[in-house]
């Protein structure tokens, strides 16, 4: 099925499909078998495979709508009607900044602005390295710690925009602690 | 079991009996306990690093104690919160208890007991010589727990601790007496749902058991989208089981033998308290084939919505349960007469079921003596903004909005003036401070234009924009509006196009009337409550505030100076410090410079109106100023710094 739906693509779309995409796409096919065939589990089904990928890569969606006997039409309407699910990879730091009533009043869309342009992306993209994406959430339910940004699983409280440079930093000294703590290991096992 | 039983009641005394045996070792444990506050914003004010901490500290000092994780009491100002229960001392609560606080805690009162940490602390909360007690405070005062009674103060992991202050009790009581029973006591109670409309849960209920196909289902509503509440979500992280139990007893008056919580996926810890929960109620045969001996058997499962506020309508919600989109159908048939797959379907909100399980076990008269005659029972306000105590508060239905801003929350913050609240999220509207008199109940609030709703209510101060709070609602229920009906997909497009222009100064005198005449078009034009209730924002704004959409139109001014197209920051030199850098540094655009006099000035061009210089410039020398309209900055004749002068500063 995966080798039929790839030979149909034109070259740009067969292009855009990675190694990484392709190995989340076979990891699906042999998946979707453990999965329910009935229709009313289709969101069920979709939040599954995100959960496990991160993503729903396009094809995919063509190996639900098979699965479960329904159109691609069908399938690609369930997923681009709920907020929950994205068809690009997340970042290994993904960050959401929550624009919900509290926050918003409180300057959640200054801090929206200031992620865009430390991290040089817009809402909604992944950096090319896959570091960071940047998400907007419409309420994370901690109003009364606005405004709110969640880092990763983590939580951050009363977010003013020159945190958000802090928020960064940390990941970057993290990355590089890391980085330095897997050199020196490399060298005491050699 | 070994012991034989035969009600329902007696099979539920008995596991009462194991819980408070078990909890009772808790209670008087030797060692001290330190209950730590965990649900989401227990979470985000770093209420796991305040454990973290309390651990390594209390392993340092080589001191034994007991650490257990609570709800949420709702207090969101003060979180992290810590109840330390230390032998000889009655239950204290502590406020903004942070990792170094912890170890201090440790230090001082756990290590030696000579010192409490007074400055940590709220208070006692049992009646103490020596300490205040919770009820010194007008905020627990007036509030009137029911629902949240013990919200924080049980572990919402472990099903012992809800036994032991009585769960399910009502349930088993329920079961013996019926489900016609359960459902008179509800209807007599008059139950107004919690979910924002006010229907009444025991008409519903009624409706659904008197449909004769089978088999029904019940649905716990937990798709609280409304950004800016919150309450649906703690109920389910603190209380888990106060929920089932609502919901169980809600099957049994209906008839069902299916129930689902149906849980947005933004609330994953709720999501997992919940499937905990139920696993260990089967464990108990508190749910699952045959509760409790009664006959009654009800399989509970969990469903997670994937964001789509317009799935807090029923008809949408149901949808989406089919796997489709949730798009909202004509009523009738109602779901309580054919719901999901055509069969009798009662949707209630967390709330609503919350309340279930105290109306059965202290009768209805109980509940219809709180709160008024039409709207009998407590209200749970998610109070946030600028508030002294902002949380949530579980107050009478029937109390005015000032005495709940006002008494029970604190008022506002830093001696601001109060301007408006802003009720019922993007269904609801905005009320001015001349309106605080108002009643809070249903019928009350839909006579001023805004709407019980979800129970989010925003406080605002000067400094929030009227007209871009309508704005940001309108774009709010714009982007989720499912697109069925023309007027609302169409309409809030509109409305939501206006109100921007507006507040970028480039709207007309005559867009106010458009305004008007659009929001009435989808009011009448739209089939569910999410286009029917989405000009609210507009209409109310406008009603009340329609000074500051002229303002912004003819003065092109925004008077909170909030509409950052319309404002301009700069900095007065006269109190501007010589030397002092600390602006220059938080600018996130490097858009602060030095002046020809050694003081600071923002380049008009570079500077994106983030607003951080205000709060990093200190406050003895509070020079930093926001105006509107942009054109209104004052000559000072600014000049920079010469690069020669740059130079020597730098070799220096």
């Known amino acids: ?190 | 079991m070994t012991k034989l039983v035969n009600s329902p009641k007696e099979h539920l005394l008995v596991l009462a009996e194991q819980a408070k045996e078990r909890v009772k070792e808790l209670k008087e444990s030797p060692v001290p306990v330190i209950y730590v506050g965990c649900a989401t914003c227990g979470r985000a004010a770093g209420a796991l690093e305040t454990i973290a901490a309390f651990a390594e500290v209390l392993k340092d000092q080589g001191i034994e104690a007991r650490i257990e994780k609570v709800g949420c009491l709702g207090h969101c100002y003060a979180e992290p919160l810590v109840i330390i229960q230390n032998p000889g001392f009655p239950p204290l609560l502590y406020q903004k208890i942070g990792a170094g606080e912890a170890g201090i805690l440790v230090r001082s009162f756990l290590k030696d007991g000579s010192d409490p940490c007074y400055e940590y602390l709220i208070g006692a909360l049992e009646a103490d010589e020596n300490f205040p007690t919770l009820m010194d405070y007008p905020r627990y005062l007036y509030e009137n727990r029911v629902v949240m009674e013990h919200c924080g103060l049980i572990d919402p992991d472990d099903i012992d601790h809800c036994l032991a202050v009585g769960g399910y009790l009502s349930l088993a009581q329920g079961l013996e007496k019926g489900g016609a029973w359960v459902l008179e006591e509800v209807k007599s109670a008059n139950l107004r749902g919690r979910g924002g409309a006010g229907f009444p849960a025991g008409r519903k209920w009624e409706i659904a058991r008197k449909v004769e196909k089978t088999p029904k289902m019940v649905i716990c509503n937990g798709d609280e989208g409304d950004p800016g509440a919150y309450m649906d979500r703690t109920l389910l992280e603190s209380n888990p089981h106060q929920v089932l139990e609502g919901l169980a007893l809600a099957a049994l008056a209906v008839g069902a033998e299916r129930a689902l919580l149906y849980i947005r996926a933004e609330y994953p810890l709720a999501v997992e308290i919940m499937e905990r929960a139920i696993k260990q109620a089967q464990e108990k045969n508190l749910l699952g084939a045959d509760i409790l001996g009664s006959g009654f058997s009800l399989e509970v499962s969990v469903f997670q919505g994937s964001g789509a506020f317009v799935c807090g309508e029923e008809t949408a919600l149901i949808e989406s349960l089919a796997g489709n989109r949730g798009m909202p159908q004509p009523r009738p048939p109602y779901p309580a007469v054919a719901g999901l797959n055509g069969l009798p379907t009662v949707i209630n909100n967390v709330k609503t079921l919350s309340t279930v399980p105290s109306i059965i076990r202290n009768g209805h008269q109980w509940f219809r003596s709180i709160g008024t005659e039409d709207s009998p029972g407590t209200a749970i306000f998610s109070v946030v903004g600028e508030v002294e105590y902002p949380g949530l508060v579980e107050v009478p239905m029937g109390v005015t909005l000032e005495h709940l801003v006002v008494d029970v929350c604190g008022g506002i913050k830093d001696g601001k003036e109060l301007k408006a609240v802003q009720i019922g999220g993007p269904s609801g509207g905005c009320l001015p401070a001349s309106l605080m008199e108002t009643v809070i109940d249903f019928d009350s609030l839909k006579s001023v234009g805004a709407m019980m709703g979800s129970g989010g209510l925003v406080v605002m101060n000067e400094d929030t924009c009227m007209v871009e709070v309508a704005r940001y609602f309108t774009d709010f229920t714009q982007g989720e509006s499912c697109g069925k009906c023309t007027f609302c997909r169409i309409g809030t497009r509109h409305l939501r196009d206006i109100l921007h222009l507006i507040t970028i100064g480039e709207g007309t005198v005559e867009e106010l009337a458009d305004l008007e005449e659009i929001s009435e078009a989808v009011i009448k034009g739209s089939l569910c409550s999410l286009g029917k209730t989405a000009p609210n924002p507009v209409l109310t704004t406008l009603r009340f505030f329609r000074d500051e959409y002229v303002a912004h139109i003819e003065e092109k001014r925004c008077p909170a100076r909030m509409c950052r197209p319309l404002i301009a920051f700069y900095i007065d030199l006269e109190p501007c410090a010589r030397g002092c850098d600390a602006c220059v540094a938080c600018c996130p655009t490097d858009a602060i410079f030095t002046t020809s006099n050694r003081k600071k000035a923002i380049d008009q061009e570079k500077c994106v109106k983030c607003g951080e210089c205000v709060y990093a410039c200190p406050p003895e020398y509070d020079a930093v100023r926001r105006i509107s309209p942009p054109e209104m900055i004052p000559d000072q004749g600014v000049e920079p710094l010469s690069e020669a002068e740059k130079e020597k500063e730098e070799s220096k």
């Open chain 1, 1 to 190: 099925m995966l080798d039929q739906l790839l030979a149909a693509l034109n070259e740009t779309e067969r292009a855009a499909v990675d190694e990484e995409e392709y190995q989340v796409l076979r990891a699906v096919v042999d998946e979707l078998p453990a999965f329910s065939r009935e229709i009313s589990q289709l969101i069920p089904i979709l939040q599954e495979i995100q959960g496990k990928h991160g993503y729903l890569p396009r094809l995919a969606l063509d190996l639900v709508a098979d699965h479960v006997q329904t159109s691609i039409g069908k399938v690609y309407g369930i997923a681009t009607f709920y907020n929950q699910f994205r068809f690009n990879p997340p970042g290994r730091n993904p960050i959401k900044v929550c624009l919900g009533t509290a926050c918003h009043v409180k300057g959640g869309e200054i801090l929206m602005e200031n992620f865009e342009r430390r991290l040089q992306i817009k809402e909604g993209e992944t950096s090319d390295d896959r570091e960071y994406s940047l998400e907007r959430v419409a309420c994370i339910g901690c109003c009364a710690l606005a405004p709110a940004v969640v880092v990763g699983e983590k939580v951050e409280a009363y977010v003013t925009p020159s945190k958000v440079e802090g928020i960064i930093t940390e990941i970057e000294v993290r990355n590089e602690m890391a980085a330095r703590e897997q050199a020196k290991n490399d060298e005491t096992s050699e």
